[in-house]
């Protein structure tokens, strides 16, 4: 069982920035995909950024150019930085880590770190 506790969300103006981090509770080096997801109100989850643990990185075309998903399986974290903010990247950010194999799935979930962009 892995635990993530994410951390740096909170309130920022348009154009801002912040860098939110996931901390997990043993190695990440064997998780396959390390994630960001969020969830804003009325709206379901989605993917913000993922990044495999050969470095390979995927992004939600809507962040692309303005967030980076970054891991340092040192100290067994990942980050998003996040630029360039919008209003509409307001919402829940949410750690994921995923475990695969043949033919499973296994992902784990922090609790959510929130991110308000506004002036």
């Known amino acids: 069982q892995v635990q993530l506790v994410e951390s740096g969300g909170g309130l920022v103006q348009p154009g801002g920035s912040l860098r939110l981090s996931c901390a997990a509770s043993?190695?990440?080096?064997?998780?396959?995909?390390m994630g960001w997801y969020r969830q804003a109100p009325g709206k379901q989850r989605e993917l913000v950024a993922a990044i495999t643990n050969g470095g390979s990185t995927n992004y939600a075309e809507s962040v692309k150019g303005r967030f980076t998903i970054s891991r340092d399986n040192a100290k067994n974290t990942v980050y998003l930085q996040m630029d360039s903010l919008l209003p509409e990247d307001t919402a829940v950010y949410y750690c994921?880590?995923?475990?695969?194999?043949?033919?499973?799935?296994?992902?784990?979930w922090g609790q959510g770190t929130h991110v308000t962009v506004s002036s």
């Open positions: 043993e190695s990440i080096f064997s998780i396959s995909i």
């Open positions: 994921n880590a995923a475990r695969l194999r043949p033919g499973v799935r296994i992902d784990y």
